[in-house]
Every structure is written in C-alpha cells, then in structure tokens.
C-alpha cells in the first residue's frame, strides 16, 4: 500500500514537471490571439541551465583568449614577462643612449661658450694622421742620417740589443691625453700602467691606428675601451665618462675614442689610466710615449 502511494506520487510529480502551459498574446481591441508560447516546468528549466553553461563558457574564452586575462589577480604569464623583460632591456639602452646624446650636447655648448677648446685643442689634421701617410714618410736627409748611423754602430757590442726597436718598427705612437703622470707604472703593486690627471671632460685619442677590441663597463675601473695595434700591441683606456667608440670600430692615430671622467671605484677625480700591452704581457707606456 505505501509502495503504491509512493509510485503514485513519483508519477504525479514527473506529470507535473512535464505539464505544459501556453502563453498566449492577444489583441485587446479584438481580444485576437496573435502569439503563444507554450512550454513545461522541465522544458523550461532545461533552457536556463543551457543558457548558464554557454554564457559562462564563452566568458571563460573571452577571459583567456584576450588581453583581460592579464588583469586577473595572481595571474603569471611567461608571455607576460618575457614582454617586460624586453621593455626593461629597451628602456635601458634608451637610457644609455640618451645620457651619450645629452653628454655630446653639453660638450658641443661649452666649445661653444669657449669653456674648453674643442678635442682639447688638439687640430683635426692630426687626429686624422695615420702613420701610414705620406706626410710622415722620411725625407732624403733623414735617410742618409739613419744609414751613417747604421753603419757606425753596427759593431758596436755597448749598444742596446733589446727588441724594441723591432716592436715599434713602423708605429708612431701619439699621447693619450694632455695630462700630468699622477701615478707611474709599477706592476710590482698590480698597476700595470699610468694614471694620466686631467680636466674634466678631455678627450682620450688612440695611440695608434688599429680596432677596437672591446668597449664595456667594469664596476672597478668604470667605462673603459681596448684597442689592437700592430707588432703585437694592445692599448687600454679605462676611468671614463663616455665611450664613444663600440666593439669593431677602425680607429685612426690621434682619433677620439673617449671622454676622460672618474667613473671607477677610485674617486680622486678625473684621471685616465692608461696600460699599454705587448704580446700578452704589460709594458711601461712611458718607455713608447712621451708624456
């Protein structure tokens, strides 16, 4: 008996689920029927819930197929920050490229003012000069002085028999900078080269025609640049303010290279050190220069 009631009441309640009812739409002037709806409890239920599933399915494809994901809290995209790391790396070398522009701007307004002479008062002709030009090619007379020279000390045992002569040949070595030697070459302590003191914003020029090897910053010595010589030399320029050359450049003799500054660790002001290297091993430049 309650097994009966039972079934009659799971029937009567999928009858009712299942019972339809009409909507109908009429005219109230003529009371017409003009449109009708009809539908059950279930059938309509059913139509909320594929209505709720496709309005949250294409929120999710909106959300995660377009840029708004990004807004989402605790949202990480390697895409994400592989776009910011790159903005990070242009927004640097913006930077850079920018504190070398207002650096040459500020040298071009004191030439202009006269506040300092322009490449240090040294004349374009000779930062140009290679030591392959005809205008340093010997004259007839010093041919002749070498030859008696040659000839008079070709048996000499006292004269010198160190191999500079034959690392120099053909180089004209130029002066770094207009500067006074603040500290001398003494590899007995690691310092390998000289110290040049000058004023602020000089110019650093090549000491010989050759390419630049490297051309960075170091936090210890600041921004410095390497060049390859001939006959096995290498030149370093290191304290300065600008670089104005990069890796690759051909340089020529006398050429600027740099802006001299103190933006190494030693701050006693603006000074240029200055090693000269040969064959792998350091040299003392004031035996090649004259300073």
């Known amino acids: 008996m309650a097994r009966t009631k039972k079934e009659k009441s799971k029937h009567g309640l999928w009858k009712r689920l299942h019972f339809k009812y009409r909507l109908s739409v009429l005219n109230e002037n003529t009371l017409e029927e003009v449109g009708r709806l009809q539908a059950s409890i279930f059938m309509g239920s059913m139509l909320v819930l594929v209505f709720a599933i496709t309005l949250i399915t294409l929120t999710a494809i909106g959300i995660i197929a377009t840029p708004i994901r990004n807004y989402l809290p605790g949202y990480s995209d390697a895409e994400v920050r592989s776009f910011a790391l790159k903005n990070a790396i242009l927004i640097d070398s913006l930077e850079v490229k920018l504190n070398q522009q207002s650096s040459y701007i500020e040298s071009l307004h004191s030439v202009f003012q006269g506040k300092i002479d322009p490449d240090s008062s040294r004349s374009k002709d000779v930062v140009t000069i290679s030591e392959n030009d005809k205008s340093l090619a010997k004259s007839e007379s010093e041919k002749q002085f070498n030859e008696k020279y040659e000839k008079e000390e070709k048996y000499n045992l006292s004269a010198k028999t160190e191999g500079n002569k034959t690392m120099t040949e053909g180089a004209v070595f130029f002066k770094p900078m207009k500067g006074i030697v603040s500290a001398k070459y003494n590899p007995a302590v690691n310092h390998y080269g000289i110290d040049l003191a000058a004023k602020a914003r000089e110019s650093v020029v090549a000491v010989l025609e050759g390419a630049v090897i490297f051309s960075g910053y170091d936090p210890n010595v600041g921004y410095f640049i390497q060049l390859q010589h001939q006959n096995g030399f290498v030149s370093i320029y290191k304290n300065n303010d600008l670089i104005l050359k990069k890796t690759g450049d051909q340089v020529r003799t006398g050429e600027v ?23 792998g091993m350091p040299v003392n430049p004031e035996s090649y220069i004259t300073f």
Do not use: D, M, N, R
Not at 257 to 279: D, N
């Open 257 to 279: 290279i740099a802006i001299v500054g103190s933006s190494g660790q030693e701050k006693t002001g603006p000074h240029l050190h200055f090693e000269l290297w040969y064959k």
